[in-house]
T-cell receptor, first 111, second 114 residues
C-alpha cells in the first residue's frame, strides 16, 4: 500500500562525502517535491519537478541537486554535506489539483 | 508570496479537554489549506484539507477545521484530546488552482497531560 517510499529511513554520511537520497512513488503523480526539515522547524521546499520540468527554489544551496529519471523516481544529491545539512528530508507527490502525498522521510546525520 | 503563521509554539492540554490550534495564512487568491500531523521521527500525515465549499471540514482522528476567509484563518479543533494526539501539527497553504508548492507554518507542538 506504500505510495511514496523513501530510502533509506536513516542515513549517516561523513562530512564532505556525497550522498544520495531516493524517493519512489506508485501513484503516477506528475509532480514531485523535496522538502528539508531541520529540527523543530517547518518543512522548507528545496525544489520540485512538474514532469521533467525542474524548479529550484531561489534559496536552495548549490550543494543540493536533484534528478528525476522517470515518473516514478526522484533523487536528492548532496554533493558535499556539511553539519548544517543534517535534517529530515521529505519527498512528496501531487496530482496538480492540490492533493499531496508525503513519504516517511529520510533522516540524514552528518558526522 | 504565500505564508502561514502558527502563533503557538507549544500547547499543553489535559487529556479529555478540547483543543484549538491556530493558523493564519496570507495568500492573494483562493487558497488550498491543510493540516498535517507529525510524530517524532516520522513523516507528515494529512489530517484534513480545505479546497472549497463547506467551510467546516472534517478530518481523520476526530479533528475538524474551520475556514474563515474574513479572518484569514484555518483553526484546527478537536472536542476531546487523547494522549495519542501528542505530536507536532503543521498548517500549510497552497495555490487554489493548478499545481503548486506548499508553504508550511512553523508548527505547534501539542503536549497532552494526564
Amino acid at each position: 500500500d506504500a505510495m511514496v517510499i523513501q530510502n533509506p529511513r536513516y542515513q549517516v554520511t561523513q562530512f564532505g562525502k556525497p550522498v544520495t537520497l531516493s524517493c519512489s512513488q506508485t501513484l503516477n503523480h506528475n509532480v514531485m517535491y523535496w522538502y528539508q526539515q531541520k529540527s523543530s522547524q517547518a518543512p522548507k521546499l528545496l525544489f520540485h519537478y512538474y514532469d521533467k520540468d525542474f524548479n529550484n527554489e531561489a534559496d536552495t544551496p548549490d550543494n543540493f541537486q536533484s534528478r528525476r529519471p522517470n515518473t516514478s523516481f526522484c533523487f536528492l544529491d548532496i554533493r558535499s554535506p556539511g553539519l548544517g545539512d543534517a535534517a529530515m528530508y521529505l519527498c512528496a507527490t501531487s496530482t496538480g489539483n492540490g492533493g499531496y502525498t508525503f513519504g516517511s522521510g529520510t533522516r540524514l546525520t552528518v558526522v | 508570496a504565500q505564508s502561514v503563521t502558527q502563533p503557538d509554539i507549544h500547547i499543553t492540554v489535559s487529556e479529555g479537554a478540547s483543543l484549538e490550534l491556530r493558523c493564519n495564512y496570507s495568500y492573494g487568491a483562493t487558497p488550498y489549506l491543510f493540516w498535517y500531523v507529525q510524530s517524532p521521527g516520522q513523516g507528515l500525515q494529512l489530517l484534513l484539507k480545505y479546497f472549497s465549499g463547506d467551510t467546516l471540514v472534517q478530518g481523520i482522528k476526530g479533528f475538524e477545521a474551520e475556514f474563515k476567509r474574513s479572518q484569514s484563518s484555518f483553526n484546527l479543533r478537536k472536542p476531546s484530546v487523547h494522549w495519542s494526539d501528542a505530536a507536532e501539527y503543521f498548517c500549510a497553504v497552497g495555490a487554489g488552482s493548478g499545481y503548486s508548492t506548499l508553504t508550511f507554518g512553523k508548527g505547534t507542538m501539542l503536549l497532552v497531560s494526564p
